[in-house]
């Protein structure tokens, strides 16, 4: 967007972080399954997410779609709106860093590899369908964590005496 458009931009780019903000915490509050979507550039970031969830008794996952730089710059050459291609590629370099350590943050087997090298067509329907089956895969294995297990607990309990 033009530098012109910045401060209307900001301004409903604020009013909506703080509306997805507000909307993730009513749902950590009610022990709701989350889906966070982002690039895996900032390892700090997710980790501290993770080490909060978890804190309440959320099992983490992460679903890790791959692709290859040259991939990555040639759909940000295709987009409509572009990031230069010195920007693409730090970012690129900063996610695939990364990679081993969301494997050791989540465990070998809670995270999920895809790769995303493929045409934009077979994106739309191969990428989508393998990510749609992992997750379904993710949400129908059992809780692990004793600290949910407990809140559910409690949670029936109290259904029970309403």
């Known amino acids: 967007m033009p530098d012109s458009e910045a401060e209307s931009r900001d301004m409903v780019r604020a009013r909506a972080k703080a509306t997805t903000?507000?909307?993730?915490?009513?749902?950590?509050?009610g022990r709701l399954g989350l889906v966070i979507d982002g690039t895996g550039r900032d390892y700090d970031k997710i980790s501290y997410q993770i080490s909060m969830l978890k804190e309440l008794g959320y099992d983490c996952y992460m679903i890790f779609v791959n692709t290859s730089l040259e991939v990555a710059l040639e759909r940000n050459a295709k987009r409509e709106r572009t990031v230069p291609e010195y920007i693409t590629t730090q970012s690129w370099k900063a996610v695939q860093a990364n990679i081993g350590k969301f494997?050791?943050?989540?465990?070998?087997?809670?995270?999920?590899?895809?790769?995303?090298?493929?045409?934009?067509?077979?994106?739309?329907?191969?990428?989508?369908?393998?990510?749609?089956?992992?997750?379904?895969?993710?949400?129908?294995?059992?809780?692990?964590?004793?600290?949910?297990?407990?809140?559910?607990?409690?949670?029936?309990k109290a259904k029970r005496r309403d």
Not at 114 to 122: G, H, T, V, Y
Not at 124 to 134: E, L, P
């Open 21 to 29: 903000s507000n909307m993730q915490d009513l749902a950590i509050q």
């Open 103 to 156: 494997q050791n943050l989540f465990g070998m087997n809670n995270m999920i590899i895809i790769d995303n090298n493929k045409s934009d067509q077979e994106l739309v329907t191969n990428v989508m369908n393998k990510v749609s089956k992992a997750v379904r895969g993710l949400l129908s294995r059992p809780v692990q964590s004793y600290t949910a297990k407990r809140w559910m607990a409690t949670e029936r």
